[in-house]
């Protein structure tokens, strides 16, 4: 397990909260999560770290980092989410308060979540 330091920047806890969830070690995620985390995704918006790890818990995306960035606090990242039978590329941005995520927005075009099956 990675533990948070005032040295880690806030790439590292970015990834490894990432790593985490990839290990559905959902605890250890937990644990880069302010207690009051906002999340804002294109499907909706989720108050409180706890909610959030619940959802994660049992949906169980898998993430592929493709590029990573950082500036002072905020940790943008473009990403392939495995959401079970579609992949989608993701951009997420990461704010990061006393190194733990505050605030973080998923974007992407969520069509085809909705498309039919073929076959």
């Known amino acids: 397990m990675t533990t948070i330091t005032n040295t880690n920047s806030a790439r590292e806890i970015v990834l490894a909260f990432i790593n985490a969830l990839n290990n559905e070690d959902f605890a250890v995620a937990r644990q880069y999560l302010h207690d009051d985390l906002t999340f804002i995704g294109v499907l909706g918006t989720r108050t409180g770290a706890d909610v959030y790890i619940s959802e994660m818990s049992r949906m169980k995306f898998k993430y592929t980092v493709k590029k990573s960035f950082e500036e002072g606090s905020d940790v943008s990242l473009y990403y392939d989410i495995n959401m079970g039978?579609?992949?989608?590329?993701?951009?997420?941005?990461?704010?990061?308060?006393?190194?733990?995520?505050?605030?973080f927005r998923v974007v992407f075009d969520p069509r085809p979540l909705f498309e039919e099956r073929k076959g």
Do not use: Q, V
């Open 85 to 103: 039978d579609k992949t989608i590329f993701c951009s997420g941005w990461y704010e990061l308060k006393d190194n733990k995520i505050s605030l």
